[in-house]
């Protein structure tokens, strides 16, 4: 089985292609989805209800996909289709990978921003 880029390199550059390359923005919107998707897991920590979940899970796993976050967009869509039957600590152990995940996508992000001269927007 190929493993799949954190970053999958074609959607960033053809993000930045789109954008006109202009880098403050290409990093304007991946901060944006780095602070909506941390959101998100922090939803699936809490939610009980498994239409909750599934429906959230839906929404990271499409634009984790969007922006070229590979593997967080693969770990969402597993998670998604055993949702339903998991609970308590394998269901904390899930949302745990898709947030350990993240933050090597964040590194993966900073970096590749960085190679075009920019970061994300300081907080």
């Not at 780095?34 to 796993?61: C, M, P, Q, V, W």
Request: hydrophobic share 40%.
């Amino acid at each position: 089985m190929t493993t799949l880029p954190r970053l999958d390199p074609e959607v960033f550059t053809e993000l930045y292609e789109s954008l006109c390359e202009h880098p403050a923005t290409v990093a304007s919107l991946y901060d944006t989805f780095l602070d909506n998707a941390a959101r998100l897991i922090a939803a699936l920590r809490t939610n009980e209800s498994r239409a909750g979940r599934e429906k959230t899970l839906h929404t990271l796993k499409g634009s984790a996909a969007m922006m070229g976050a590979s593997r967080v967009a693969q770990l969402a869509a597993d998670l998604q289709l055993t949702s339903a039957t998991l609970q308590g600590e394998a269901l904390r152990k899930w949302i745990d990978q898709i947030d350990t995940e993240l933050g090597q996508t964040r590194l993966a992000i900073d970096a590749r921003l960085a190679s075009l001269g920019t970061s994300r927007p300081p907080r």
